[in-house]
């Protein structure tokens, strides 16, 4: 049966088609025969309760352009057997009022991934905090007199991150030896009035970074991300070489323990990031990597996605 879907995005001509994760669930959909429509946050609004949206049907393929988008039109949500939030970070005002937008949804006609509640309340730095036995040694704090105690703590090394940050920006690697210290933490504090996140250095992130692709709090599969020479960060944005890999027994462990919370916050699509077998972010606002997973080990889990979309969708339909 013909569905459709809706991917609520940043613009399709500026996705990388060899990398993108949301390409790809157009594909799938595009070939299963599915009718898939675009539109940005801006394209949303609500007329009294009924939230609808400015959109306009795509087609995607490889090749030049990678995209074709066809006339513009103006539906109900409720339109749409399910809806795709893949709008990349940051998570801003913007986004935040998108996701309200999204929980007017009736979730028995239009099934949402994420669900938009859940997109809301786990910002993906904060929310491995929920998970204290598997996360490195961690601070979240303004006061650069606290950070760095916890940095002496920590025998003078650590990592500090922006909480709203995405795609490495903003991350950086301390030493209490730096004369430029101070400024770091002054920088990421803007000087005492900004949350950051502090965490323990782990060595390990010279081997990599492995992003782990969850589907309903089942793992699909992982990809190493490792970091240049000069660099800490192995994000691929910034240079990260990505190498195939698989999940220890720990790992898995990992895993399990997120399963319930995930899967009770209704994030169905996540990217768990680990160092060292250990958490250090919870992506789920457009987590990406299974093109990179894709070219190691040659599935298309993309298919399995689809395929719980689908299930999801069958599921509101009313029976005969």
């Excluded at 393929?61 to 990349?88: C, N, S």
């Excluded at 090394?157 to 920006?169: E, F, N, R, T, Y």
């Amino acid at each position: 049966m013909a569905y459709r879907f809706l991917f609520i995005m940043d613009p399709v001509a500026g996705i990388l088609p060899d990398k993108d994760t949301t390409f790809v669930f157009m594909l799938e959909s595009q070939r299963r025969a599915h009718a898939v429509f675009a539109c940005g946050v801006p394209d949303l609004f609500a007329n009294g309760a009924t939230p609808a949206a400015r959109v306009r049907r795509t087609e995607v393929r490889r090749g030049v352009p990678h995209y074709q988008l066809f006339e513009e039109r103006t539906e109900p949500l409720a339109w749409f057997d399910a809806i795709f939030m893949r709008k990349d970070p940051p998570v801003d005002q913007a986004y935040l009022f998108a996701t309200q937008l999204l929980d007017l949804v009736d979730p028995r006609s239009t099934f949402v991934l994420n669900r938009p509640r859940g997109l809301r309340d786990a910002n993906e730095k904060l929310y491995a905090l929920n998970f204290p036995g598997v996360i490195p040694e961690t601070l979240v704090s303004s006061e650069i007199p606290r950070l760095r105690q916890f940095l002496d703590k920590l025998g003078g090394q650590m990592i500090i991150k922006p909480l709203d940050g995405c795609g490495g920006a903003g991350i950086f690697f301390v030493d209490r030896t730096d004369r430029n210290l101070n400024s770091l933490l002054e920088t990421g504090t803007d000087n005492g009035r900004r949350l950051i996140m502090a965490q323990e250095y782990l060595p390990a992130v010279r081997d990599g970074d492995k992003r782990v692709i969850l589907l309903n709090g089942e793992p699909l599969g992982a990809v190493l991300r490792v970091p240049r020479d000069e660099d800490n960060r192995g994000n691929i944005h910034v240079g990260g070489v990505c190498k195939p890999t698989t999940l220890t027994e720990t790992e898995r462990g990992v895993v399990r323990e997120l399963a319930p919370r995930l899967q009770a916050d209704g994030l169905y699509f996540v990217g768990l990031d680990l160092i060292g077998e250990r958490l250090t972010e919870v992506n789920v606002t457009s987590p990406t990597g299974i093109q990179e997973i894709n070219a190691f080990d040659g599935h298309r889990l993309e298919a399995a996605v689809i395929d719980f979309v689908e299930a999801h969708v069958q599921a509101n339909k009313p029976t005969s």
